[in-house]
Each structure stands twice: as C-alpha cells, then as structure tokens.
C-alpha cells in the first residue's frame, strides 16, 4: 500500500513542470525545480509540453479522465507557497512537510537563517528527491516508515524541536491513511505550540462513500474501489468541529470558487478546478 501511494508523487509534479511552459502572466505557479525531480520518462513528456499543441493535448487527456484536477492540484500547490511564504516571514522558524513526495517547495522559496524545513515522507520518496536535487543545508530529509514508526520520534532524532510556532503542510495525503492514521497525526500536532499554523487538503467524503462522483467516474474506479488507496474523507461543513475537537481552528477553506478567484481569472485562462479536494489553512488555538 506505502509503495503505491508513493508512485501518485510524479502526477502532481508533471502539472507543475508542464505550467511553466506558459508565461509568467499565464502560468498557475512557479516552480522552475519540478522538471528536475521526475524520472526520465516523465522529463521527456514534460520537455514535450513546451509545443502549444502537445501541451493543450495533455491537459485534454487529463481532465477527460480527472475532470478538475489540472487546475486544482496547480491552484493548491500555489496557495501553500503563499502560506509557506508567509510563516517564515511571520517569524516561523521551523516547517515541517508530512508526506513531502517530491515536492520542491523548500528548495525554491525563501528559507531565511536560522529556520528549517523538514520533509518527511516514505524513504523511496525521501531517495528519489536527494538523488534529483541539490543538498540544502535548511532542508532536513526525514525517512519514515509511517505505520511503524513514531513521528515525533523521528523528526527529534533529526533534529527538530517542538515548543516554537512552526508550519505544518499536510498536502495531498490524508486519502491515502486511515482514520486512525490521521488521528495518530493529529496526537502529534496537538504537541504543537499555540500559534502554530497547518494547511492540509482532504478528499470529500461523498466522494468516497460513492453519493456523489462529480463526473470522475474513473478516479473512483481507479483510486476508490480498485486499488483501494483512498480511504479518508471529510464534509467541508465539519471540518471546522473536526479541527476544534483537536485542538485547531479553522482559518479558511478553499475550493473551486476561491482558487478562482485568487489565482486563475488574473491569468486570462479558462481552468476548470475539481471539487473533490479542499485546502484547509487552520492555527493551534491552545496547548496540547
């Protein structure tokens, strides 16, 4: 199961390599690293993209069967570099990404002196991005074998210190654990200081319990009652209650119209963005 939720790592980073084939004006992000960490025949296809015509062909492919998923995983991606932009410049002195896949986050933004980024994730994840890219002295790779490992444990032993405000990303994951994995996740974020801020996305749970499929059909084959890897979900109405109960407090939440809004009309461009997954920006509202 760890293994097959790893090989979903190189999707997302496809559609940030492929955006920056557009303008600077057009594009959805900026991340001049994604072409860098895919495997090669992933890099060819990127390369490709840079012609109009085989560019526009595998966004059609794409939402003929993820409807939605092009412009939402580069609209989230987007809104976390705010956020990530954002802490650090607040004072935040520690980031840690849970289940960091092959993301570039923390090698292309700003890390000022003195703070930390700390990627977690599946050791296969963890080798794949330090044989791509670069060792970064404010980057801390953490390998962990999340069903048998403490994760506390583990970031201790690599050298993270709990007590400060810090950042917590938590992006495209939580469908891949079960309940009582993502609430051994929150055991380790209730230690988290007051202040402290996360930003997670979820997959709806009607989605996942089949009430409504919002025309991906064959995401829910593939993901849902094929392989299997997508098992938890959330209402979008009791996210707030779900955060409360630990801890958290629910900041903003965003989906097609808010992504939109912020990132998509200012590029000229016609994007459709899936409602099938959320991002939720939440701060640690008391001790743990």
Request: aromatic content about 8%; some cysteine.
């Amino acid at each position: 199961m760890a293994n097959k939720a790893a090989g979903t790592a190189v999707g997302p980073m496809v559609i940030a390599a492929v955006e920056q084939h557009r303008s600077r004006g057009q594009r959805l992000l900026d991340d001049p690293l994604a072409v860098r960490v895919l495997p090669p025949l992933s890099r060819w296809l990127a390369a490709l993209a840079r012609r109009p015509v085989v560019r526009e062909a595998l966004i059609k492919a794409s939402e003929r069967t993820a409807p939605g998923v092009w412009g939402g995983v580069a609209c989230r991606k987007r809104y976390i570099d705010d956020q990530f932009t954002r802490a650090l410049e607040d004072g935040v002195k520690s980031v840690v990404v849970l289940g960091a896949g092959l993301d570039t986050r923390a090698h292309r933004l700003a890390v000022p002196a003195g703070a930390s980024v700390f990627e977690v994730d599946l050791p296969v994840n963890v080798e794949r991005k330090r044989k791509r890219l670069p060792a970064d002295e404010r980057v801390v790779r953490v390998p962990i074998d999340f069903d048998t490992e403490d994760l506390r444990a583990v970031l201790t032993a690599h050298g993270y210190h709990s007590g400060d405000r810090c950042l917590v990303v938590w992006e495209g994951v939580t469908q891949y654990l079960t309940e009582d994995g993502v609430r051994r996740t929150f055991d380790f974020l209730a230690g988290e200081a007051p202040g402290s801020r996360l930003v997670f996305t979820y997959v709806r749970k009607d989605f996942l319990d089949g009430t409504e499929l919002y025309g991906s059909e064959a995401l829910h084959r593939r993901f849902v009652v094929g392989q299997r890897l997508w098992r938890f979900g959330l209402h979008p109405h009791e996210v707030g209650a779900f955060l409360a109960e630990r801890g958290w407090r629910e900041i903003e939440q965003l989906g097609p119209p808010e992504f939109d809004a912020r990132y998509v009309r200012g590029t000229g461009r016609v994007v459709p963005i899936s409602p099938l997954e959320r991002t939720v920006l939440a701060e640690k509202s008391c001790a743990g």
